[in-house]
């Protein structure tokens, strides 16, 4: 079944490339850690991690991190600062 290019969880579909969200990390001079400890929701590092690296996202994972970012570089960003695809629903 891994080999079956239609199967619908084939990383090929998952892994979207870096994300804005590392060169803004960057930028801020923030780091994974940052975010988890600004976080008021239930983040982990791996979720941080992933989100920059570009493995596809659900949308509730990507607000949670969205929301540790504006608090840890306490300015609002949206998504779209952070992300250049859409979650998963």
Excluded: C, W
């Amino acid at each position: 079944m891994r080999d079956d290019p239609s199967h619908p969880a084939d990383d090929g579909d998952l892994n979207l490339g870096p994300q804005p969200i590392a060169r803004l990390l960057a930028d801020l001079s923030l780091s994974h850690h940052d975010l988890v400890a600004a976080s008021t929701e239930q983040i982990t590092h791996k979720m941080v991690a992933r989100a920059a690296k570009g493995r596809r996202l659900s949308r509730k994972v990507q607000v949670k991190v969205l929301n540790a970012l504006n608090a840890a570089a306490k300015q609002r960003f949206a998504l779209s600062d952070l992300f250049n695809y859409a979650g998963r629903p």
